[in-house]
């Protein structure tokens, strides 16, 4: 059997008479860039998460760029994010002219350890990035309880959590500005690269909407410095369609990361995430912890089944970033993670049987 790590064929034939008219109705008004099938998506994405607005914007890397630069985030200012989560939120600070902060990660969550965030803020930190990984919420009061405390704006990366929530509240409308991504792969996702951004400050909406569009709120004036990152109209045409499911594609990852736990518990090897109530968690990933990382990766590989890795290098690794002076041992959990965590298939539509076969296949292995 075959089970690959993310079936988007299946979901999208289930779609595709529905997809295929939006596209047509596209096509048939020549309206490409932005127009009414992109504020009408706006308005829906803000609606399901429970925000004032929302901007569609090019990708979720540049909605994080976007962010900071509505803030008027200053060369050389810090913002403080997880030293695990994907190098665009790094990036997203870095193009605005700011300087990331790395903190380490929470052992049972992966997700940015609260606890350390005190101590790495300094008189040049001006923000804080939690980041929602792998559909995971952080623990948004917590978050708001220290950026008060230390007058700091906060910027959620969301990009993996689309519909999660803290205490009933989505994940991306706590702090000033909520950051998504809508990369094909993830929860809402769409044809191509495409971003959404939500908040519910009129003057940063205001903002945000200018410098997605070269800097003008109205044709051929620029008063600021934007550039151009808008949404295309086919996609939030296919987006309006998958976010009246969206609530069903969570309720499905959910199940399958139910159905996991039941299959795989018990096995001697492997550390599986915690489940959290109150719709927590959208398992974006399923993400499981071993020291046989790679050895298991490439036995399922040969079973027929897909797994990835995220993240194998911390981003305060990378090259881009050898400029901040960090070296290995810098971030040790992190940095540990890196080499046991392993991503198994994960998608609202994976059957009993296909998730039966991955936990035989891990079984058997150990």
């Given at each position: 059997m075959k089970v690959p790590f993310v079936d988007l064929p299946n979901q999208t034939q289930k779609m595709k008479t529905e997809i295929m008219q939006a596209v047509e109705s596209i096509v048939d008004s020549c309206q490409f860039v932005l127009g009414p099938a992109v504020s009408a998506f706006e308005s829906e994405f803000a609606e399901f998460v429970g925000a004032k607005y929302g901007v569609g914007v090019g990708s979720g890397t540049d909605a994080l760029h976007i962010a900071y630069r509505a803030i008027d985030l200053k060369p050389g200012e810090e913002v403080i994010v997880?030293?695990?989560t994907f190098v665009a939120t790094p990036i997203?600070?870095?193009?605005?002219?700011?300087?990331?902060?790395?903190?380490?990660?929470d052992e049972s969550t992966f997700l940015m350890d609260l606890n350390?965030?005190?101590?790495?803020?300094?008189?040049?930190t001006?923000?804080?990035?939690?980041?929602?990984?792998?559909?995971?919420?952080?623990?948004?009061?917590?978050?708001?309880?220290?950026?008060?405390?230390?007058?700091?704006?906060?910027?959620?990366?969301?990009?993996?959590?689309?519909?999660?929530?803290?205490?009933?509240?989505c994940t991306g409308t706590f702090g000033d500005i909520g950051c998504y991504s809508l990369f094909p792969g993830k929860n809402l996702g769409a044809f191509g690269d495409a971003g959404v951004m939500v908040t519910d400050n009129e003057e940063l909406k205001d903002k945000i909407m200018s410098i997605r569009n070269y800097g003008s709120p109205k044709k051929y004036h620029h008063p600021i410095l934007g550039f151009n990152s808008r949404m295309d109209s086919m996609q939030a045409a296919i987006l309006r369609i998958k976010l009246r499911n969206?609530?069903?594609?969570?309720?499905g990852r959910q199940a399958a990361?139910?159905?996991?736990h039941k299959l795989l518990e018990g096995i001697e090897?492997?550390?599986?995430?915690?489940?959290?109530g109150d719709n927590q968690h959208v398992f974006h990933l399923y993400v499981i912890r071993t020291e046989k990382r790679d050895e298991l990766q490439k036995h399922l590989q040969e079973c027929g089944v897909g797994a990835g890795i995220h993240y194998p290098t911390p981003w305060h690794?990378?090259?881009?970033y050898n400029n901040l002076g960090y070296s290995e041992g810098a971030y040790p959990l992190t940095e540990k993670l890196s080499h046991q965590i392993l991503s198994l298939p994960m998608f609202p539509e994976i059957t009993e049987e296909q998730q039966q076969h991955v936990a035989d296949s891990i079984k058997k292995f150990f």
């Open positions: 997880p030293a695990h997203g600070v870095t193009m605005a002219g700011g300087v990331p902060v790395p903190v380490e990660v350390k965030v005190e101590s790495a803020i300094t008189s040049k001006r923000a804080i990035c939690p980041v929602h990984l792998y559909g995971r919420s952080e623990n948004m009061e917590e978050v708001m309880s220290l950026a008060k405390k230390h007058n700091l704006i906060v910027i959620e990366d969301a990009s993996q959590s689309h519909g999660s929530h803290w205490n009933g509240k969206l609530k069903a594609f969570s309720e990361a139910e159905r996991y090897g492997i550390q599986l995430p915690n489940i959290p690794l990378q090259g881009a």
